[in-house]
């Protein structure tokens, strides 16, 4: 029973082996197109080949779009190496702290906050009574000053009168002393010659003496009519000094008078305002700010970003306030050193723990023309400087 069970196992094994053969042979006949070749030829591209036999627009379609994102991307990179731009910016100014320079209540305030203003327009009002009688005794002081002058100038020319008038007497006395003087010398030849009487020659001899001393008399009072003119010339000098003391005086009052009325010192806005109608100010006291209408934006670029950014070079200036609109204007000029060069605290590197950190570099742009826009110092811009 072994051996007949045995045979029919033996006998069946050939066919299994046939059947196996089969399929395979069946197998590659289906397949023929995509299975290797028993001569041992590589297929030729895969199935990229009857995909892009089987979809040739869609293959197209990322071919071309694969050419346009290199294209893009070279033109980007292309355009973008010839700008710089930050978002460290914003709009600067110089703005005024408008303050007393003298003291007096506050009669007026004729500004509210926020309010544009022209340049010249009075922004508040002191009391100006106590100034007013100030600038009145001052030009007083002009006026006595200037009547001192003319009184020593009428003391010169009435002085220089009795001048003249000395010197006459002068002139009189010299012609009397000389007539005298020969009276004199013929009353002693008369004498010698016994003609005239010792009387004669002796009033003769007097009245020489009298004429010599009128002479003298007068000789002295020109002299002290004309020493008169120095005192006079001295008092003609105090009283220029104290014309010229009463005008500067009249000057300070005429400035502190105007002081009164403070005005605005340029085109701009008013802002920050502090005072109020009553108020006594003092003298540095802070009233209000004012904000110029000349503004420019200051930006923080990085110092690696500054090797081909000059002076005059076009910006594109974008604001924060204003998305819909792009401003242009031109870099002015790069400050000497880095922001923290100039703060308050400036970085000390010269420590053993020293890390380097990109600095920032202020940059100053101004606008081609003054924008049509409300803008303010520290207002958010997105600058973008053509470098190339």
């Excluded at 294209?71 to 007393?100: K, P, S």
């Excluded at 001393?213 to 002299?223: F, M, P």
């Excluded at 670029?301 to 204003?322: C, S």
Aim: charged letters at 20%; aromatic letters at 4%.
């Amino acid at each position: 029973m072994d051996a007949k069970t045995e045979r029919p196992k033996r006998d069946a094994e050939p066919a299994e082996r046939d059947d196996k053969q089969a399929a395979p042979a069946e197998d590659t006949g289906l397949a023929s197109s995509d299975a290797p070749s028993q001569s041992g030829e590589k297929p030729s591209g895969g199935n990229a080949p009857g995909i892009v036999r089987r979809h040739p627009l869609a293959t197209g379609a990322v071919v071309i779009v694969l050419l346009a994102c290199i294209a893009g991307a070279a033109v980007w990179w292309l355009n973008a190496r010839q700008y710089e731009w930050t978002d460290d910016a914003f709009i600067d100014a110089r703005t005024v702290t408008v303050a007393a320079e003298i003291s007096g209540r506050i009669t007026d305030v004729a500004v509210t906050d926020n309010q544009p203003v022209e340049a010249g327009a009075v922004l508040l009002r002191i009391d100006d009574s106590d100034y007013q009688a100030s600038l009145k005794q001052a030009v007083a002081g002009v006026a006595a000053a200037q009547a001192g002058i003319a009184n020593v100038q009428a003391q010169t020319e009435a002085q220089n009168a009795k001048i003249d008038a000395a010197q006459k007497q002068v002139a009189q006395a010299q012609a009397a002393l000389e007539f005298a003087r020969s009276e004199d010398q013929r009353n002693r030849e008369l004498l010698a010659k016994g003609t005239a009487t010792q009387q004669q020659a002796d009033q003769a001899a007097s009245t020489l003496r009298q004429d010599q001393a009128a002479l003298d008399t007068a000789s002295a009072n020109a002299e002290a009519a004309k020493s008169q003119l120095t005192v006079l010339g001295a008092q003609a000098k105090s009283a220029e000094a104290q014309l010229q003391q009463a005008q500067a005086t009249e000057d300070q009052a005429k400035t502190t008078l105007t002081r009164t009325a403070i005005v605005a010192p340029v085109a701009g806005h008013a802002t920050g305002i502090s005072a109020a109608k009553g108020t006594y100010a003092q003298p540095g006291q802070v009233l209000m700010m004012f904000v110029p209408k000349d503004v420019w934006v200051s930006a923080n670029f990085k110092e690696t970003q500054l090797d081909l950014m000059r002076p005059g070079q076009k910006v594109d200036i974008a604001i924060d306030a204003y998305p819909e609109k792009t401003f242009h204007g031109r870099v002015d000029s790069v400050q000497a050193g880095s922001g923290t060069a100039f703060s308050l605290l400036p970085a000390e590197n010269a420590t053993g723990n020293f890390v380097k950190v990109v600095q920032r570099v202020p940059v100053k742009i101004v606008f081609d023309q003054p924008p049509d826009v409300y803008l303010g110092p520290g207002m958010s811009v997105v600058p973008t400087v053509k470098v190339r």
